[in-house]
């Protein structure tokens, strides 16, 4: 049996998280569609345990250091994040390549890592922003783990963004070009996000739950001449079984 007032808080705390300005209950409960006193309620209390903070003078609320310290936490113990993070900074250093580790779980993709390249040019996200199963190497990556009619299902969620004219926005077309992606194993795309940026993904760990995850790298063809895609794509492939092994998953 769900928790109601844990799942009420819990929306509060990813709607808090997701906005880019602090809000206040009334907001939040318009929002949410709860009533003020639930809202208040609930804000009390995450706020006494700091998971939220608010404001004195303008009374909204934000997300809390409380938060921050849960996620240290989690990027010091997990076995993934250590292990990618190793990786794709080996990749950063000998490439000058940015890395990423992108997360499916449910319906829901989301980033848990991006790693600077100091490269000449750089494509930056936060941990927890969206990824595009469409448009990115991790996207597709992680849709042909799934079979076709699951993929087809996904990617019929909402509209696919068109963010480039090389963007595929048709999702059979999408599902059609997966097999070539399960065979050759990895995912590559040009323009297809950033016009000018390349990017090369490979699926991580197992592929029997309901969880996905896989690993990608991004650079720009005019500005990082010396890099050959061929290279590029025995370095990502390589870091993708590493740390599968390495994490003691299953491949395949």
């Known amino acids: 049996m769900k928790s109601q007032s ?7 705390m990813e709607l808090l998280n997701a906005s880019q300005e602090p809000m206040g209950p009334r907001e939040i409960s318009r929002r949410l569609g709860l009533s003020p006193a ?20 303008t009374r909204r609320y934000s997300i809390g250091y409380q938060m921050l310290s849960m996620g240290a936490a989690l990027m010091a113990r997990d076995t993934l994040l250590l292990e990618t993070r190793r990786e794709l900074q080996l990749l950063a250093d000998s490439m000058r ?11 829901t993709a989301m980033y848990l890592l991006c790693v600077d390249g100091k490269g000449p040019v750089t494509v930056r996200v936060q941990p927890g922003s969206p990824i595009g199963l469409h448009n990115t190497a991790i996207g ?17 969620i ?8 090389k963007t595929i926005t048709d999702p059979e077309k999408l599902v ?7 065979t050759d194993g990895y995912a590559l795309i040009e323009d ?27 650079y720009s063809k005019h500005f990082s001449p010396e890099l050959e895609r061929q290279n590029v794509i025995e ?7 590493r740390i599968t092994r390495n994490c003691g998953f299953h491949s395949g």
């Open 38 to 57: 639930i809202v208040q309620r609930l804000l009390n209390t995450l706020t006494a345990k700091h998971y939220l903070r608010r404001d004195p003078v």
């Open 158 to 165: 909402e509209p696919l963004e068109q963010s480039t004219a």
């Open 176 to 182: 059609a070009s997966l097999h070539k992606i399960r």
């Open 97 to 107: 390549i940015d890395g990423y580790l992108g997360v499916l779980q449910d319906k």
């Open 6 to 12: 844990l799942e009420r808080g819990l929306d509060v």
């Open 140 to 156: 597709k990556a992680i849709l042909s783990s799934f079979p076709d009619d699951r993929a087809l299902e996904l990617l019929r």
């Open 235 to 241: 370095a990502v492939v390589t870091a993708a079984s």
């Open 192 to 218: 297809e996000q950033v016009m000018g940026i390349s990017s090369v993904g490979a699926l991580v760990g197992d592929v029997s739950g309901q969880m996905r995850t896989a690993i990608s790298v991004a």
